[in-house]
């Protein structure tokens, strides 16, 4: 990924910080919508679940610039997820849904380059997960 796909990642993730908490909610009401199946995975409370995963993501949009620091924490994230009963196939929802979130939180500011942009920074992180479960598996 490059400093333009970087910098457009980490401004979009700024004008919504603000409403994080929301936008961890919204995440997982689509993500369950799109997949009503998934939602028995979670077993703890959705709210803290919604916390966790928008710090994770603000860590990583902090981190965008230390790739190989980022890769490692998706391979450890990956072999936890392997461990939560998540699937590969999980992976392309978590994605859309993602996607989705990032939609209705931006309105205006969402544009076919954003989504690219975050699109690429999801699929690294998804393939290190997946990759790091595989091995768990095996
Ligand atoms: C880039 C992709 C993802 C990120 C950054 C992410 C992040 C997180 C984080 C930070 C946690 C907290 C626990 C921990 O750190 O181990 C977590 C838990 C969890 N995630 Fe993910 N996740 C991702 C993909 C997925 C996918 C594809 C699924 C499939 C449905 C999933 C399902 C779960 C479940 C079931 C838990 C445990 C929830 C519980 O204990 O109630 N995650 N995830």
Known sequence: ?????????????????????AMGSAFYRFLFE???EL????????EA???????MLASVVEH????EQLLDRARA???????YGVQESHYDDVGTA???TL?????????DEVEEAWASVYGALAEAMMAAGRSVEA
């Open 77 to 83: 994230l990956g072999e936890r997820h392997a461990g």
């Open 1 to 21: 990924m490059d400093q333009v796909q970087i910098d457009r990642v980490r401004a979009s993730h700024a004008l919504l910080a603000p409403q994080a908490q």
């Open 64 to 67: 965008l610039d230390q790739p």
């Open 34 to 36: 799109l997949n009503p």
């Open 103 to 111: 939609h209705a939180g931006l309105g205006a500011h969402y544009s």
């Open 39 to 46: 939602r028995r995975l979670f077993v703890g409370d959705i």
């Open 49 to 55: 679940q919604a916390r966790k995963l928008m710090d």
């Open 98 to 100: 993602l996607l989705h």
